[in-house]
């Protein structure tokens, strides 16, 4: 039910969540599957600091459920307390070695605060943890980005797409870090398909427009920033000024050399 509780948090489900949380802790107020889905509920509703207590409960009433220390540890995150987020991923750990997400938990907070080799240590923990799941190869590929390893990031990009083709976000990673490679024919392959499996997406029109002003085609990155600019009015600034740099090429110097 933990686990059900916390779709329902990412279905944005406010009533379905508050019913279900209703009825748990009225059939079993020592449940800390219920004290979980208050927690959710608060969270929700982002009240972190009541989804923090709720969370506590539910490790109290059972200290080896792991999923409870990692649930409050995201709330922390939510509101920058980094130490006592630390400490409750710990916890979940320390409860199960095996729970996986405790170690993402790691690694996202050490990525905040800047420590990408730490961070990218406890990515890699979950990863051997749960290999098929292509969000923890996306979160390694990051911290190696900010590293300044774009190759060592491609490649777990690839495998993320890899595992699931449909990814946006492994293959909008993958097509940002080629491009940053000037890899532009590869980097085109890869906005194309993310077109086509987020066509209503603006990032990906600015994207492409950006790759095609790299291309120097200047008409057709007229048209996808033209395109980012009617999916998405609020981001007119950055979007024009992108149009208005179009006869700017120090930035964007162009090698037809992708190399595979």
Not at 11 to 25: N, P, S, V
Request: hydrophobic fraction near 40%; charge should be negative; include cysteine.
């Amino acid at each position: 039910m933990e686990v059900y509780s916390t779709v329902l948090w990412h279905l944005k489900g406010e009533t379905d969540l508050a019913y279900l949380a209703h009825e748990l802790i009225e059939t079993d107020r020592l449940s800390p599957q219920a004290w979980c889905a208050i927690g959710n509920s608060f969270s929700l509703q982002r009240d972190h600091d009541q989804a923090v207590k709720c969370f506590r409960r539910a490790t109290q009433l059972d200290p080896k459920f792991a999923y409870a220390f990692t649930l409050q540890g995201h709330e922390h995150v939510a509101n920058e307390e980094f130490d006592k987020a630390l400490l409750a991923y710990r916890s979940a750990i320390a409860a199960d070695s095996r729970h996986y997400n405790g170690w993402y938990g790691l690694g996202r907070v050490y990525e905040k605060m800047g420590k990408y080799e730490v961070a990218e240590k406890h990515y890699k923990n979950a990863h051997h943890i749960n290999p098929r799941n292509p969000v923890l190869l996306v979160c390694i590929g990051v911290v190696l980005e900010r590293m300044r390893k774009p190759q060592a990031a491609l490649l777990q990009y690839n495998e993320a797409c890899r595992l699931d083709p449909r990814s946006a976000l492994a293959r909008f990673k993958k097509a940002r870090v080629l491009m940053n490679l000037r890899k532009t024919r590869m980097a085109l392959e890869e906005l194309e398909i993310l077109k086509d499996l987020a066509p209503d997406e603006a990032n990906v029109h600015f994207m492409l427009g950006k790759l095609y002003k790299m291309m120097r085609d200047k008409t057709s990155a007229i048209r996808h920033f033209t395109i980012a600019l009617n999916l998405d009015p609020k981001a007119a600034q950055y979007i024009k000024e992108a149009m208005e740099s179009l006869e700017d090429d120090e930035d964007d110097e162009y090698d037809d050399e992708d190399g595979a």
